[in-house]
DNA sequence: AGCACA
């Protein structure tokens, strides 16, 4: 045991221009600090809120005088050095200057940087930032862009002050989900500073806007290309139509695959690309066809019936934003059937050879999968679909696999819907207890219920970030 | 109440 440094804090500090401060407030701000050594010089640097309990500080001064005079002047005085009533012990710091921690994005401006995280550009509209931000002061200007970051936007107010009271209110949060696109998941804001104190806007497009300046020149086809949300009068968002559409799947007792929605959906045309995903605990699917038309005739004959009996997976759709999907050609959440692909599947001999011997395209129904072989309603009824199906695998048996995902997914799937001879596939048994085996697809089933009340009803843009009361979009 | 890597 050493007694050698008993001494070293009191006596042998040399004078810096670095002030160590402790016993701090731990919500000790850099304004506190200078309020209190400001007296004594210039103040070049701070740096609070240091140490595991956040209560030590360093104040540099421009002048090693400057900080001598302070230390000593505390060193005699009969009051000592205080910040909100607590004392604040002062003595040199060990080192000589304050290593600059704060990363530039701390040093508060007039602009943010707002990295918008789980988006693509082009997934929130410039317009939808504008609101969000509007709600702290004047948004001046907005340049929106992409980065290795992800998708990031430079907010300009007309101060650092408004600034500041965006970032504390929004940084970390989320943009509410009715104000993006339907795919888009959990959406965190992270907000820092920008060095830019004035945007240089040359557009106003879809990728920046000036508010100062409504006589900018308007690129045109920036923004006509977009597939920005079209506001009506009311507020409420317009939807375009699209050849791509997104299902809600309500009451989703059973899971639904990708097979099956392509069963189902392809009862109207060609379906192009399916995905699957969670939104909200909700699943929803993008089912794209070639056109228009077709997601039309589709929405229309669906919206609001269910997959299966009883209320169970009920559809709701909309029309997607989206006009092409960029999804893995095959995954158990994705298809791309325009990709003549041979996807690998567990119970597959890798050493099969092609599972389609004729053309890929011919079978509707038809999915990589294997699951559905035939729209025959009867073949579907009589056998389990996984069996080799005699005419569609020639040569090649398969052993059933080890776990069937849904197992009755094919005999309950809608293409069988329109024969009651699928109310035997139970005796085939492979049924779930409680997979359902029929399906409500028929013109005057179940009926549609009423949409669930708009989300623009909501108050706040950011939910619980108690911006200014106003909201002009919301009224 | 005691020296800053995030």
């Given at each position: 045991m050493s007694t050698s440094t008993q001494h070293q804090f009191r006596y042998t500090q040399t004078p810096s221009k670095v002030l160590h401060l402790r016993n701090l407030p731990w919500e000790c701000t850099d304004d506190e600090l200078v309020e209190l050594c400001r007296p004594f010089g210039k103040i070049v640097n701070t740096k609070c809120n240091v140490g595991a309990n956040r209560n030590q500080a360093f104040v540099e001064f421009a002048d090693l005088n400057q900080a001598i005079s302070m230390v000593s002047y505390y060193a005699s005085s009969s009051e000592p050095a205080q910040v909100r009533g607590k004392t604040v012990y002062i003595q040199y710091s060990n080192r000589h200057e304050i290593v600059n921690n704060k990363s530039p994005g701390d040093v508060p401006g007039n602009?943010?940087?707002?990295?918008?995280?789980?988006?693509?550009?082009?997934?929130?509209?410039?317009?939808?930032?504008?609101?969000?931000?509007?709600?702290?002061?004047?948004?001046?200007?907005?340049?929106?862009?992409?980065?290795?970051?992800?998708?990031?936007?430079?907010?300009?107010?007309?101060?650092?002050?408004?600034?500041?009271?965006?970032?504390?209110?929004?940084?970390?949060r989320s943009i509410p989900r009715y104000l993006l696109p339907e795919h888009v998941g959990a959406c965190h804001l992270r907000i820092s500073y920008s060095a830019h104190r004035d945007l240089n806007i040359k557009f106003q497009s879809n990728r920046s806007r000036d508010y100062t300046n409504p006589m900018l020149p308007v690129n045109h086809?920036?923004?006509?290309?977009?597939?920005?949300?079209?506001?009506?009068?009311?507020?409420?968002?317009?939807?375009?139509?699209?050849?791509?559409?997104?299902?809600?799947?309500?009451?989703?007792?059973?899971?639904?695959?990708?097979?099956?929605?392509?069963?189902?959906?392809?009862?109207?045309?060609?379906?192009?690309?399916?995905?699957?995903?969670?939104?909200?605990?909700?699943?929803?699917?993008?089912?794209?066809y070639p056109d228009?038309?077709?997601?039309?005739?589709?929405?229309?004959?669906?919206?609001?019936?269910?997959?299966?009996?009883?209320?169970?997976?009920?559809?709701?759709?909309?029309?997607?934003?989206?006009?092409?999907?960029?999804?893995?050609?095959?995954?158990?959440?994705?298809?791309?059937?325009?990709?003549?692909?041979?996807?690998?599947?567990?119970?597959?001999?890798?050493?099969?050879?092609?599972m389609y011997p004729g053309p890929a395209p011919a079978l509707q129904g038809q999915v990589p999968g294997g699951q559905m072989l035939s729209w025959d309603p009867a073949q579907q009824a009589a056998t389990p679909s996984y069996v080799s199906a005699p005419g569609t695998y020639p040569s090649h048996t398969y052993a059933a696999p080890p776990t069937p995902a849904y197992p009755t997914a094919a005999a309950s799937s809608p293409i069988a819907q329109s024969n009651p001879l699928v109310h035997n596939a139970s005796s085939m048994g492979i049924t779930q207890p409680g997979i359902p085996l029929n399906v409500n697809l028929q013109p005057g089933g179940a009926s549609p219920s009423v949409p669930a009340s708009s989300p623009l009803m909501q108050a706040s843009p950011i939910a619980g970030a108690s911006p200014p009361a106003h909201q002009p979009y919301f009224s």
């Amino acid at each position: 045991m050493s007694t050698s440094t008993q001494h070293q804090f009191r006596y042998t500090q040399t004078p810096s221009k670095v002030l160590h401060l402790r016993n701090l407030p731990w919500e000790c701000t850099d304004d506190e600090l200078v309020e209190l050594c400001r007296p004594f010089g210039k103040i070049v640097n701070t740096k609070c809120n240091v140490g595991a309990n956040r209560n030590q500080a360093f104040v540099e001064f421009a002048d090693l005088n400057q900080a001598i005079s302070m230390v000593s002047y505390y060193a005699s005085s009969s009051e000592p050095a205080q910040v909100r009533g607590k004392t604040v012990y002062i003595q040199y710091s060990n080192r000589h200057e304050i290593v600059n921690n704060k990363s530039p994005g701390d040093v508060p401006g007039n602009v943010l940087l707002v990295t918008i995280e789980g988006v693509e550009a082009g997934d929130v509209s410039i317009d939808v930032i504008h609101l969000v931000f509007s709600a702290f002061g004047f948004v001046h200007k907005i340049a929106t862009f992409e980065k290795t970051a992800g998708f990031q936007a430079l907010i300009q107010y007309t101060d650092a002050d408004t600034a500041a009271a965006a970032r504390n209110a929004l940084d970390g949060r989320s943009i509410p989900r009715y104000l993006l696109p339907e795919h888009v998941g959990a959406c965190h804001l992270r907000i820092s500073y920008s060095a830019h104190r004035d945007l240089n806007i040359k557009f106003q497009s879809n990728r920046s806007r000036d508010y100062t300046n409504p006589m900018l020149p308007v690129n045109h086809t920036a923004i006509d290309g977009a597939l920005q949300p079209v506001v009506g009068p009311d507020g409420k968002k317009i939807e375009p139509e699209s050849n791509v559409l997104l299902a809600s799947i309500e009451n989703m007792q059973y899971a639904v695959t990708v097979d099956v929605l392509h069963t189902v959906f392809s009862a109207f045309g060609t379906v192009q690309k399916i995905a699957i995903f969670e939104k909200n605990g909700q699943t929803q699917a993008l089912i794209q066809y070639p056109d228009v038309t077709t997601a039309a005739t589709a929405k229309e004959a669906l919206e609001g019936h269910c997959i299966y009996d009883g209320g169970y997976c009920k559809l709701h759709l909309t029309y997607s934003r989206h006009t092409d999907l960029n999804v893995k050609a095959f995954s158990d959440k994705s298809r791309d059937y325009t990709v003549p692909q041979v996807p690998a599947v567990p119970w597959q001999n890798p050493q099969a050879g092609p599972m389609y011997p004729g053309p890929a395209p011919a079978l509707q129904g038809q999915v990589p999968g294997g699951q559905m072989l035939s729209w025959d309603p009867a073949q579907q009824a009589a056998t389990p679909s996984y069996v080799s199906a005699p005419g569609t695998y020639p040569s090649h048996t398969y052993a059933a696999p080890p776990t069937p995902a849904y197992p009755t997914a094919a005999a309950s799937s809608p293409i069988a819907q329109s024969n009651p001879l699928v109310h035997n596939a139970s005796s085939m048994g492979i049924t779930q207890p409680g997979i359902p085996l029929n399906v409500n697809l028929q013109p005057g089933g179940a009926s549609p219920s009423v949409p669930a009340s708009s989300p623009l009803m909501q108050a706040s843009p950011i939910a619980g970030a108690s911006p200014p009361a106003h909201q002009p979009y919301f009224s």
